[in-house]
């Protein structure tokens, strides 16, 4: 069955420390790795699309990676405002176009 | 702003009633997507429309419908409500239908007394 696991399901970093949020998945054949952040009660906001092992994308503080097996999340010298839940999801290579999620890191960043 | 909108932002109701929710894709988004959150469960696919037509069907009730219309947006039907539906729910919307990247409206928080 396909699966999805994020870890840790919850991260308390200081201002300035940095840290990896993990994305491991099951899926063989992946077509895609998707990160989202996503604040208490609203949608998820989109933040980086991976398509293939070895490929990387960075914004901001925030830089994916993608293996085989897994994605990280690097999250270098946070904020505060980059508090919320980080969601991971993957489109396997089954028939239809959905997503599976995993149920996600939620991120403090104390100040 | 994802450029997804969904109405109403909130709905409080009783169990055995029926709701619409409804979403207005991305302009130039073919696709739309609707996903239950809840909190013991994460994000749940539950159907997927791409101009029109049905496309996929993740793990969506008997008592949930849905469709597209022709100005694509779409509306989801819940119906016999439970106190177990209460969740948030989520449109999402894509340009294309193949793998791609979702973009997801605000959501409606739909509670069920």
């Known amino acids: 069955e396909d699966q999805v696991t994020q870890s840790p399901e919850a991260l308390r970093l200081q201002e300035g420390e940095s840290s990896s949020l993990n994305c491991s998945y099951t899926v063989s054949g992946l077509r895609g790795l998707f990160w989202y952040r996503q604040d208490p009660g609203k949608g998820p906001e989109f933040l980086f699309t991976?398509?293939?092992a070895g490929e990387e994308k960075e914004k901001e503080r925030l830089k994916a990676t993608l293996t085989k097996k897994e994605s990280f999340l690097h999250i270098t010298a946070p904020k505060p405002e980059d508090s919320a839940t980080y969601l991971c999801a993957v489109q396997p290579p089954s028939g239809t176009y959905k997503y599976i999620f995993g149920t996600g890191t939620r991120l403090k960043v104390l100040a | 702003d994802s450029g997804v909108t969904q109405t109403p932002k909130h709905l409080i109701t009783a169990t055995g009633q029926r709701v619409t929710l409804r979403c207005s894709p991305r302009s130039g988004d073919l696709s739309v997507y609707w996903y239950q959150q809840s909190l013991d469960q994460g994000l749940q696919f539950l159907i997927q429309?791409?101009?029109?037509?049905?496309?996929a069907k993740g793990n969506i009730l008997e008592r949930f419908s849905a469709q597209q219309f022709p100005d694509l947006h779409s509306e989801l039907n819940l119906s016999s409500l439970e106190l177990g539906d209460s969740a948030l729910y989520f449109c999402?919307?894509?340009?294309?239908?193949?793998?791609?990247?979702?973009?997801f409206g605000p959501g409606t928080r739909l509670t069920v007394l």
């Open positions: 991976l398509y293939s």
């Open positions: 999402a919307s894509s340009v294309e239908d193949r793998p791609g990247t979702q973009y």
């Open positions: 429309y791409y101009n029109g037509e049905e496309r």
